[in-house]
């Protein structure tokens, strides 16, 4: 395969900048904004989720071991999160509150199901053992002494201070190059700022690293064991064997702390790419970029195609990448005007008390009313991540048209398709173009519009040569799909259709009739093999209300069958 180069706009220069991995082994670290687990994850969200999970599959493509990171923030996330020193109340207990549940519980709950949708989305961190990896998902409350630790070396090192309430403040005047990421300059945010100045701030642009409030639900003693999960005590005393400064008080963290804490636990003190929305940059990764640089005097090389290249920079993620912000129907979702959706409308509005939406849907071709998972997933990777997304309805309906297009031209392939045979020149070439033309798009700096279009005329190239092709030319032509589903993931690649021939049937009884089973969608192709061969059993048998009741129990759970004289073709 011919070498690729990556291209990502960085959000540190404001440039589309050359993708080269810090360590020299072909691991890339990647950490990514996860959710605050208070409500369930709406589309704008997933978009940002997204565009990371297309980041890492095109890195993978390039040959990297991607270690990927998505924190679940669960604690000290306040509502006023435009301000660096947010006030307000902690989304997680306000949710409490409000559903008159623990807080404990109220994070599990929608922890669960934010991954319930993340697996749906096949965003690839949630899939298989990595999907059961805590390190991969770390939760905020999970790593308190890790916080802990890192700001008590704030306060030592004095890039923050105790105040007499002991809550403790990043003192921002610390650290001049504070700005750099959302390109603010310094005076522009003491003004924004002073309005929110409070008495124990030294300067109103200062952001609490520890809160201090007795009503808080979830509360850390930074100098007793008691309270604290197994483990984690040890955790912090072995890290700080002469404790936490004594005029810190019980509390619970900031919501900037909790990523540069996490991000170090489970990827190092440097990392190759830090991803977010773009209502991250400031102040959150901002604010993370000032703490960590207070920690550990981080530097990370520019890249050497960048202006400053052959210098370093204050940072310690090399690439910060954010994807930019979704509106619907043109304007901001808003619950009142029915144009909110988290992921769970869309995939069960009724489900969800929707039923409206639900009409609308089935009205729009969506079966029951339901979106499949696959055809959200393309709606929100469609756009390009550098540009805000227009969501709309018919956005959907294209979704569902293009996903349905790329399915039945595999599945078509795949019953064709037969490794043994060689494919001609022509459709290796079209493979090829196809190939290039995908991989160059997502080079260039991930653009999505740009990869389907090769995709989209490769595929209608074959549609052309549908007659033409042979078993040899199938079986490239699917290797060509498989490549762009690799990143894409909106297809089913499990055996949909095929043809069992009356041979393998008459083998299959040969060796006894297969056990009754039940038949459930989803169906695996081994079990409808294996009831068409009960059916012949039923048949041969001249019980022919067995034999229909068999049919009957495949169509149910999603498979038909025809009879044909070479044997019988399945189809899911
Ligand atoms: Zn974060």
Redesign the pocket.
Known sequence: MASRTLRLKNTWSNAVERFVPLRGDQTVTLYS?GPTVYSFAHIGNFRSFLFADVLRRVLEQHGYRVVHVM?V?DVGHMTQDHLADASGEDKLAKAARELGKDPYAVAAHFERAFVDDAVALRLKSFLGEEGSDPSRHPRATAHVAEMLVMIQKLIEREFAYVDGQGQVYYSVEKFPEYGTLSGKAIDELEVGARVAVRDEKRDPRDFALWKVDDKHLMQWNPHSADGWPAGEWERLRAALPNGVDPRVKPGFPG??I??SAMSRAHLGDLIDVHT?GED?IFP??EC?IAQSYGVLGCEVPAPDDAVDAGKTRKSFARYWVHGRHLLVDGKKMARRDGTFFTVRDLRDPREEGRPELAERLAALGFPSGKVAPNVIRYALISTPYTQPMNFTFDVLVQANASVERLQSRFDRLREIASEGSAASEEVRALVAQCIAGFDAALDDNLNVPNALAALFEFVTALNQREASLSPGDAAEALAGLHHADDVLAVLDRRVRSGLVTKSEIEAMLAAGTPPEEPLAAPLEPDAIIRAIARRQAAKDARDFASADAIRQSLKDAGASIEDLPAGVRFKI
């Open positions: 904004c924190n923030t919501w900037h909790e990523c977010g991250n959150h990764h993370e």
